[in-house]
C-alpha cells in the first residue's frame, strides 16, 4: 500500500492530522495496533482548550462536541480552608469545554471512517526503514500476516509507549525528563458534580481534583503515591479522603455515588529533542508527556497537529517544504511553555512527600499571591485556557 502520508496511531493526534490532510486532498492511512473499541473506550482526559475547540470544529469534528460539552468560565483553587474563583473568561476572554478524550476520539474515528480514510486496527508498527530516503516504509503486522505502508512522510503520532521515536540516532536524541514522587487515583462516579465548576483543592494530606463528564457524572482524582494498588482504596476511603481534601465550606458539599471505574496514573514530565528525523516527525505523547495537573496532554497533541498539518499542506500544495524543516522548533516553544505550566501547578498544588514546613508555608504563600492578584490570576489563566497556536 502506499499513500503521501502514513500515520501511527489511532489517539486524538493522529485521528486530527488524517482529518486535516484529507481535507486538502492529501492521502494517508492510520495503522492503529489496538482494537476500535479499545481506542474508544479508554478513559483519559476531559478538559479541551478554545484553540482545541476551535480546530476541532474548522475540520467538522465538533457537531456531537458542541451539543453535549460542559462550557467553563472559571475555576476554583482551595487551599488553607478557603475558596478562590479564577475568572478565566473575565481574565482572557476564553473558555475552556469538558468532554472526554474517548468521546472526541469516536467522534474523530467515525468521521474519519466515512470520509474514506483507512484506519488500521489491530495493526502493529514494529518497524521504520529508510526515514531519511524519499520513500519511507511502515512494516506493521495485520490479520497475522507482514505489511508494508510506503509514503512520503511519516507521522509518529502512536503515543509514549510507540516505537518511532526510537528511529532518532542516539547521537542526536536527547530526552528531558522528570519523574514526579506521586500520582494520581482517578475514578469515575455515577454522581452529580460537587460544583459546577472545576475545584482544584491542596490539602494537607495531598491534592485533589474535582471534575466531571456530565452533569450526572464525576471525574475525580486523589494525590496518592506513584505505586499505590487501587484495589486498596474501598469506595469509603476514596469519599473519606475526597471529603476531608475538599474540607468545609458553605455551600459546598461533596457529591458521591457508584464508582464506575478507578485507577492510579504516575506523573512524569518528559520532551523529546530534535522532535524529527529525516521524513518522520514526532507528535503529541510520543514527542512529550507531562504531568496532568494543566490539563494539557491532549491539547499539547492538538496543537503540534496544527503545525504539523499546515507544514504537510504547504509542501504538498506549494512545494514549499520550510514549515516541515521547522516543525519541531516551532512545537517545541509551546511544548516547554506548557511543560513549566503542568510542573508548576503541580508542585504548586501537591504536597512532597519529603517537603518540610518551610515548603507548606511557601506553597500557601505563592497560592496566595496568584489567587489575589490580578496579575497572578491572569498568568494563570492565559496559560490555563491555551496560547494562542504558533505557525
Ligand atoms: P495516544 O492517545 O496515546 O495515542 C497513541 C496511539 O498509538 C494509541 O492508540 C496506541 O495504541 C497507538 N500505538 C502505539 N504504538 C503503536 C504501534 N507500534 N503501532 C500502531 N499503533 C501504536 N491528559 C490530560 O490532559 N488530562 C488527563 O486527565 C489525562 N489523563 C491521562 C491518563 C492516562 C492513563 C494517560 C496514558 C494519559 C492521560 N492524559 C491526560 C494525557 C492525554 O490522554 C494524552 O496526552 C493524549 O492521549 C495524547 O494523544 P496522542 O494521540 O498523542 O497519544
Ligand atoms: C481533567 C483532568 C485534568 O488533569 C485537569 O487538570 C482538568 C480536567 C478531566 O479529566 O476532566
Given amino acids: 500500500m502506499q499513500v503521501q502520508v502514513g500515520i501511527i496511531g489511532a489517539g486524538p493526534a493522529g485521528l486530527l492530522l488524517a482529518r486535516m490532510l484529507h481535507l486538502q486532498g492529501i492521502s494517508c492511512a492510520i495503522i492503529e495496533s489496538r482494537s476500535r473499541a479499545y481506542a474508544e473506550g479508554r478513559v483519559r482526559a476531559g478538559l479541551l482548550e478554545q484553540g482545541s475547540v476551535d480546530l476541532l470544529t474548522e475540520t467538522g ?18 487551599f488553607n480552608g478557603e475558596r478562590h474563583r479564577i475568572d478565566l473568561h ?12 474517548q468521546e472526541a476520539v469516536k ?13 488500521y486496527f489491530e495493526a502493529e508498527a514494529h518497524k521504520l526503514e529508510g526515514v531519511e530516503s524519499t520513500k519511507p516504509r511502515i512494516h ?50 455515577e454522581a452529580k458534580p460537587t460544583s ?12 485533589a481534583l474535582f471534575t466531571m463528564r456530565s452533569e450526572s457524572v464525576s471525574r475525580c482524582y486523589l494525590q496518592v503515591p506513584p505505586d499505590e494498588n487501587p484495589d486498596d482504596w474501598s469506595d469509603d476511603r476514596i ?12 455551600g459546598l458539599t461533596l457529591s458521591t455515588g457508584k464508582i464506575l471505574m478507578k485507577g492510579v496514573t504516575a506523573m512524569r514530565s518528559f520532551v523529546t529533542e530534535p522532535m524529527q528525523f529525516g521524513r518522520m516527525f514526532l507528535a503529541g505523547d510520543a514527542a512529550h508527556i507531562v504531568p496532568p495537573t494543566g490539563a494539557k496532554g491532549m491539547n499539547l497533541a492538538i496543537a503540534d497537529i496544527y503545525v504539523l ?21 516551532t512545537c517545541l516553544r509551546r511544548v516547554w511553555r506548557a511543560q513549566h505550566f503542568s510542573w508548576w501547578m503541580t508542585s504548586m498544588l501537591h504536597i512532597s512527600p519529603d517537603g518540610n514546613p518551610f515548603d507548606h508555608k511557601r506553597q500557601l504563600a505563592e497560592l496566595y499571591a496568584v489567587s489575589t492578584s490580578r496579575a497572578g490570576q491572569t498568568y494563570l489563566a492565559e496559560n490555563y485556557v491555551g496560547l494562542p497556536f504558533e505557525t
Fill in 196 to 207: 459546577d465548576e472545576l475545584l482544584y483543592c491542596r490539602h494537607d494530606r495531598g491534592f
Fill in 140 to 189: 506493521y503486522r495485520y490479520q497475522g500476516k507482514d505489511e508494508v505502508l510506503t509514503c512520503d512522510y511519516i507521522a509518529g503520532c502512536d503515543g509514549f509507549h510507540g516505537i518511532c521515536r526510537e528511529v532518532i540516532p542516539p547521537a542526536l536524541f536527547k530526552g528531558h525528563d522528570r519523574i514526579y514522587p506521586f500520582g494520581w487515583l482517578g475514578i469515575m462516579a
Fill in 239 to 250: 469519599w473519606s479522603e475526597f471529603d476531608t481534601r475538599l474540607g468545609r465550606h458553605e
Fill in 309 to 329: 498539518a499546515r507544514a504537510l499542506t504547504s509542501f504538498y500544495k506549494k512545494n514549499d517544504s520550510r514549515g516541515l524543516e521547522t516543525y519541531g522548533e
Fill in 61 to 78: 469534528m465538533g457537531e456531537r462536541l458542541h451539543k453535549e460539552a460542559l462550557v467553563h468560565d472559571g475555576i476554583e483553587l482551595i
Fill in 90 to 101: 473575565e481574565l482572557t476572554g476564553r473558555r475552556v469545554y469538558i468532554y472526554g478524550q
Fill in 107 to 119: 467522534d474523530m474515528i467515525a468521521i474519519n471512517l466515512a470520509a474514506g480514510v483507512p484506519i
